[in-house]
């Protein structure tokens, strides 16, 4: 063998084993890079999972919920006739004081003047309002729940 054919031989050599490393360690990086990833798409594969049920759990959730109660505790246009003291209660705000000039409940003196208009009067002008007091005295009460009040309240100022 001439001195360039060994060169070449060599490098020859060189080059395979080369080569050769170069794979073996292409090889090992993608191993070591597929161990590392593994774990790490666990993860993300996991999280994804979460993630698409809480989307679609939320996706698919009923828009609202119907309760009876609601419904029913919710005071309707016609409010239910309360009857003695009970209809006349929330008008002692203003009538057992006498608060805004209110005729005070009690003083037959006040009552006998309004009484004098008759009785109808008296109902209407509860219902509608008089002079500072607003109509139902600005409550949300029946009409009938009104009218019981006023009996009420001339029953106790007699
Ligand atoms: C915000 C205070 C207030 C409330 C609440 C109130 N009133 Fe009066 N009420 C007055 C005032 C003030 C007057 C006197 C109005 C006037 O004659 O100018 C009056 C007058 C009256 C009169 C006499 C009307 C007339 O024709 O002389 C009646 C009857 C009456 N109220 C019934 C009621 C009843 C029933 C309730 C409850 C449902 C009620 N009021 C709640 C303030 C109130």
């Not at 309760?67 to 003695?84: E, I, R, Y």
């Not at 002692?92 to 009785?119: F, L, M, N, Q, Y």
Request: proline residues 4%; negative net charge.
């Amino acid at each position: 063998m001439s001195e360039e054919q060994m060169n070449d031989s060599t490098f020859n050599r060189l080059f395979i084993i080369m080569i050769l490393a170069m794979t073996a360690l292409t090889a090992i990086i993608m191993v070591l890079a597929s161990v590392a990833s593994s774990e790490v798409n666990e993860k993300l594969d996991a999280r994804s999972d979460r993630e698409n049920t809480q989307a679609v759990t939320s996706r698919i959730a009923p828009v609202g919920t119907f309760s009876a109660t609601t419904v029913a505790a919710t005071p309707t246009a016609a409010p239910a006739d309360l009857t003695g003291a009970d209809a006349y209660a929330p008008c002692a705000a203003c009538h057992a004081s006498g608060a805004a000039g209110a005729p005070i409940v009690g003083d037959a003196g006040v009552w006998a003047e309004r009484i004098a208009k008759g009785t109808e009067a008296l109902y209407s002008n509860a219902i509608n309002g008089i002079g500072a007091m607003p109509a139902k005295g600005g409550l949300s009460l029946s009409d009938n729940t009104v009218k019981a009040a006023v009996d009420y309240m001339l029953e106790q100022s007699k």
